[in-house]
C-alpha cells in the first residue's frame, strides 16, 4: 500500500525547552505574567459588566487599556503578549459559545498558570534584509525575547531543525519554579511517500495501570523512578494536609510537593513521548480503540488512574509522529468489540465479565489473555478498515 502525506504547504513544529533567565529578565518575566493576568480579569470583567447592563460586547483592545492613567505600567511589558491575551479571550467565549467549554474564569493571583505567548514579527528593511524582534539561534540554543535584556540560554536536549521560520514563544514558570519556553518553528511542507507494509503492523488496548497491552503480549516498562515518585508524592500529600493552611510550614510543604508533582509529569511524559517515537519508527500501522476518555474519566472504576497514565496525550503523539513519520494511526469503532471476540474463531462471547483477565473462547476453546486479545482484535479490524477504505 502507497500512502502520500500531504496537506497544505506548510508545518508546524512545537519545541519545548527548559532555561535559566538572568534575575533581571526573569522580573520582567513575572512583571508580564501579571500584566497578562491583569490584563484578562480586566477585559472579562468589562466584558461581564458591559454585557450585564446593556447587553453588548466591548470592542476594547489592549491598546485602550494602556492609555488609562491606572494602567500605564502595561506599557512596560511585550506589547504582543498582552495582543495575544485578548486573542486568548476572545477564543475562550467562542468555546463557550459553541459549547464545548465553561464561560471564561478569572485568573487567580496565586493559582492561575503563569505564562505568555509572544509571536515573531519579521521587518523588511531598507536595506533589503529581514529582522525579527525574536532573535533564536537554534545550534547555540540562544533566545532574545523582546523586552529581555539578555538572551536566554536553553538547554536543548534535542536539536531543533534549522530550515525553518520561527512562529511565537511561549514562556511559562511551573508551580516549582522553573520556566520552560516553547518555541513553534513553521516548516516548508515536505511531500512524504512510502510504502506501508500492513503486515507491520502492531495493536495497542488501553490497560490500566500499565497505559497498555500490546497485540504481542507486552506492556510497556515504566521506569523506577516514577514509580518511586508516586508514593512519595502519597506521602508528601499527606504530610500537607496535616499543616495548617496559611502557615510558613504549609507554604514550604506546598511548594515540596508541586516541584515532585512537575517531576512526576516531566518524568511520565518523558516516557510518553519515548514510547510513541519506538512505536512509530519500528511499525507501519499502529492500531488503537477510539475511546472516550471523559467518560473513562468519569465512571468510578478507573477514575484516577486513567487521567494519571496519560493515555490521550499518549494518542496524541502517536497521532502525530506517525504523520510526520509517514506511518498510518487507526483508530478502530470504540464500539467494535475488541475483548469479546475470539481472536482464533471469531465467536463473540457476550458472557464475559470484566474481571476475567483471561479469555477462553467457549466455542473454540482458545485461550488468551484478555488484553493481548483485544490488541490482535484491534489490529485485525484496522487492517480490514484500511482494505476497504482502499477499494
Ligand atoms: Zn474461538
Known sequence: MR?????GKCEQMAYRFYGIPSKQDAAQEDKTFGCCRYLWNRMLGDHNTLYSEIGEVPANTPADYKDLDECIWLNEVDSLALANVQLN??????RFFKKTARYPNFKSRKFAKKSYT?????????DGSICCNISLDPVSGLLKLPKHKDPVQLRLHRSIRPDGKL????????????RYYSILMEYPKQELTRDLDTDNAIGLDMSLPKLYVDSN?????FPKPYRTMESKIKREQRK??????GSKNYEKQRIKLAKQH?????????????????????YDLIAIEDLDMSAIKRSL????????????????????????????????????????????CGHIHKELRLSDRIYLCPKCGHTMDRDQQAAQNIVKEAKRMLLNAAF
Open 3 to 7: 500512502k502520500k502525506t500531504s496537506n
Open 89 to 94: 479571550l476572545d477564543s475562550a467565549f467562542s
Open 118 to 126: 509572544t509571536n515573531a514579527v519579521y521587518l523588511k528593511k531598507k
Open 167 to 178: 512562529k511565537s514563544v511561549t514562556v511559562t514558570m511551573e508551580s516549582d519554579g522553573k
Open 217 to 221: 503480549g507486552n506492556t510497556p516498562d
Open 240 to 245: 500537607l494536609s496535616r499543616k495548617e493552611k
Open 262 to 282: 512537575a517531576k512526576a509529569k516531566h518524568l511520565r511524559n518523558d516516557v510518553l513521548h519515548k514510547l510513541s517515537c519506538a512505536l512509530t519508527d519500528r
Open 301 to 344: 472504576r478507573f477514575g484516577k488512574s486513567a487521567s494519571d497514565n496519560g493515555w490521550g496525550m499518549f494518542t496524541d503523539m502517536l497521532s502525530y509522529k506517525a504523520k510526520r513519520k509517514g506511518k498510518q494511526l487507526v483508530k478502530v469503532d470504540r464500539w467494535f468489540p475488541s475483548s469479546k471476540t475470539c481472536s482464533h
